[in-house]
T-cell receptor, first 117, second 112 residues
């Protein structure tokens, strides 16, 4: 079946512009996660959705970052007034149940590579 | 102390070698543990979960030591295709179900 789909795959934007990143999770997966990975670095947690609500948004780095999820499906991560330090690969993942379940691994999308010039 | 710590490597080993990675975590209440694998410029993929009693999947063995707060991954008879970065992942738990904390990864390079 279809995996996690992210769009766009690449985005180049000028500093100060807003960007929207989209994630289509695997159908039926209730949990959805956003992570950020800078070049040569580990994964940095941003936000987690269970259904359409976000019980954990502790990783959002500033108020320029926001995310929403609708229909227990598609999620959008919005970065306002982008800065050069926002350049990274933004990875979305979904799982059938929440993060504590052993039988519910994360399935990642291919990511959106964001470059802020 | 960082939440999840791994030796970044790289571990350079010949084909057929046995190699072991360790990972330590800071939150003693952590609930579940995983190893993911990430190939260069690719997304992470689940390699195996780590159960309290330890578990094995073919050439891969995972162990959990709650008392010392570390998990390990052993790879026997290394293949060229095992070359990747291995990510230690911990769910610290918490009221909001927490989130999955990823280590920065240990890079493995298997040489012919």
């Amino acid at each position: 079946g279809a995996g996690v789909s992210q769009s766009p795959s690449n985005k180049v934007t000028e500093k100060g512009k807003d960007v929207e990143l989209r994630c289509d999770p695997i159908s039926g997966h209730t949990a959805l996660y956003w992570y950020r990975q800078r070049l040569g670095q580990g994964l940095e947690f941003l936000i987690y959705f269970q259904g359409n609500s976000a019980p954990d948004k502790s990783g959002l780095p500033s108020d320029r970052f926001s995310a929403e999820r609708t229909g227990e499906s598609v999620s959008t991560l919005t970065i306002q007034r982008t800065q050069q330090e926002d350049s990274a690969v933004y990875l979305c993942a979904s799982s059938h149940r929440g993060p504590s379940s052993y039988n519910s691994p994360l399935h990642f999308g291919n990511g959106t590579r964001l470059t802020v010039t | 102390r960082k939440e999840v710590e791994q030796d970044p490597g790289p571990f350079n080993v010949p084909e057929g070698a046995t190699v072991a990675f360790n990972c330590t975590y800071s939150n003693s209440a952590s609930q579940s543990f995983f190893w993911y694998r990430q190939d260069c410029r690719k997304e992470p993929k689940l390699l195996m979960s780590v159960y309290s009693s330890g578990n094995e999947d073919g050439r891969f063995t995972a162990q959990l030591n709650r008392a010392s707060q570390y998990i390990s991954l052993l790879i026997r008879d290394s293949k060229l295709s095992d070359s990747a970065t291995y990510l230690c992942v911990v769910n610290p738990g918490g009221g909001s179900q927490g989130n999955l904390i990823f280590g920065k990864g240990t890079k493995l390079s298997v040489k012919p």
